[in-house]
């Protein structure tokens, strides 16, 4: 069985910094996509930043200059950093990953979900 296991979430000041981790472990045969999406209270699940298995990145608007995507293929881990953080970046931040996993002897791609690590932003 597949899990995504998120950390480096917490309650940090305006203009801080926080470095949000997301490891992948069980039976893998290869990670395609991962991204980072977040969730902030009353609102949709948006995602932020995407990052293929070749390393090509891209990030919403709203993050662009401010987050950084990035993976370590052979720790099945991909990062976040965020930087020069707002009180609007308050959220449930959750990784996000298409896994290809064996299933009865055949390759199968699914989409996995981290439980969210929370982060706030105080002004």
């Known amino acids: 069985q597949v899990q995504l296991v998120e950390s480096g979430g917490g309650l940090v000041q305006s203009g801080g910094s926080l470095r949000l981790s997301c490891a992948a472990s069980?039976?893998?045969?290869?990670?395609?996509?991962m991204g980072w999406y977040r969730q902030a209270p009353g609102k949709q699940r948006d995602l932020v930043a995407l990052?293929?298995?070749?390393?090509?990145?891209s990030y919403s608007d709203s993050v662009k200059g401010r987050f950084t995507i990035s993976r370590d293929n052979a720790k099945n881990t991909v990062y976040l950093q965020i930087d020069s953080l707002k009180p609007e970046d308050t959220a449930v931040y959750y990784c996000?990953?298409?896994?290809?996993?064996?299933?009865?002897?055949?390759?199968?791609?699914?989409?996995?979900w981290g439980q969210g690590t929370e982060v706030t932003v105080s002004s």
């Open positions: 996000n990953a298409e896994v290809t996993v064996t299933w009865i002897g055949r390759p199968l791609t699914l989409a996995k």
């Open positions: 990052i293929t298995s070749g390393g090509s990145t």
């Open positions: 069980g039976s893998i045969l290869s990670i395609n996509d």
